[in-house]
């Protein structure tokens, strides 16, 4: 699909929202129609993810049948079982005995919908139930619901809430010869989204200038206690090794740097997941897979991951919400200072 520039692009992927504008949070829900290779970084000082301790260097088992960003902070990760026992039903998973084990690894944001109400388990086997191939809706959907950006320096003597609406994005990375990169970003920092040209996209507003600067801000005043980027990049190339993979994903979260301005800090909890449909590869499994393929991959991954986050911020659409600066989270698109 050509004109799909979402991870639905890829051969045998779904994805599926869950989505609660009531509450201001959701579920997103990535399936494969086979377990896949999986790798993973976290950058954030506050990254809290499921199932990730096997996605490591060094570890044996690296395939999973599906990914997972929930809303809800902690409790979101509740989001696993309810989609696991979903996937046992439909007969996914690896069949040990008697048992199907599925296995997937997730992450959590925290979202505006902390603020409302305890995050439901159901979201996500109402994610999964909801999963398509077609192309991924963006926005103020799913995992990204409750998302927001630019929260470093609350206003008004530390009352108001800064914030502007982001949510969830895509891009696709087109390397030729039927090589695609897509990328999914679910976006909740704390710092603002820059522009390559050093313009502030969406970030944290200000009461006598429309943005604030990181640079300006003398020490963090915020009651944000944690704020978290997540990133799932799919490619259809076979990179044979998980060594490959993890730098796939480590190149990808220099999408996050070119992206938010300030990131990767103590109350981020930033995290790149990567995974390969395996449709394209070599004739031999040559261990030692040229190491310029996989950083071209990797800088591809990057630029995608930049983009999705960008494109988060366009799609997503104002809410009102008490507390916040006018009572109002802006998107850039409809930002007015």
Not at 283 to 294: I, Q
């Amino acid at each position: 699909m050509e004109d799909n520039h979402t991870l639905t692009a890829l051969t045998g992927v779904k994805v599926g929202h869950s989505t609660h504008i009531d509450k201001w949070t959701g579920c997103t829900v990535v399936t494969f129609d086979r377990a896949l290779p999986v790798a993973y970084t976290a950058y954030g000082g506050a990254s809290s993810t499921f199932n990730t301790d096997t996605l490591n260097l060094g570890k044996s088992y690296y395939r999973r049948h599906g990914l997972f960003v929930a809303g809800g902070c902690l409790p979101g990760l509740m989001s696993a079982s309810a989609i696991m026992e979903r996937m046992i039903e439909d007969g996914i998973g690896d069949r040990s005995a008697n048992i199907i084990n599925p296995s997937i690894s997730g992450a959590i944001v925290y979202d505006l919908g902390t603020r409302i109400a305890q995050f439901n388990a159901d979201y996500g086997r109402e994610a999964y139930d909801n999963a398509s191939d077609q192309p991924v809706p963006n926005g103020n959907v799913g995992a990204g619901t409750g998302t927001t950006v630019g929260k470093f320096h609350y206003l008004e003597a530390g009352r108001s809430f800064p914030g502007m609406k982001a949510g969830i994005g895509s891009a696709r990375v087109d390397l030729g010869n039927g090589m695609i990169i897509c990328a999914l970003s679910v976006v909740n920092a704390v710092g603002n989204v820059v522009l390559p040209d050093g313009t502030i996209l969406a970030g944290n507003r200000g009461e006598n200038e429309p943005f604030l600067s990181y640079d300006e801000i003398e020490d963090f005043t915020t009651q944000d206690s944690m704020n978290t980027t997540i990133s799932i990049v799919g490619i259809n190339v076979d990179l044979h090794t998980m060594e490959n993979y993890d730098r796939i994903a480590h190149l990808a979260s220099h999408g996050h740097v070119r992206a938010i301005y300030p990131v990767h800090t103590s109350i981020d909890g930033d995290v790149v997941f990567v995974f390969s449909t395996e449709e394209i590869t070599t004739t031999k499994k040559d261990p030692n897979w040229p190491s310029a393929e996989v950083d071209k991959i990797g800088n591809a991954a990057a630029k995608a991951v930049q983009e999705s986050i960008y494109h988060a911020c366009r799609e997503a659409s104002s809410i009102s919400f008490e507390g916040a600066y006018k009572n109002r989270v802006p998107s850039c698109k409809e930002y007015s200072w």
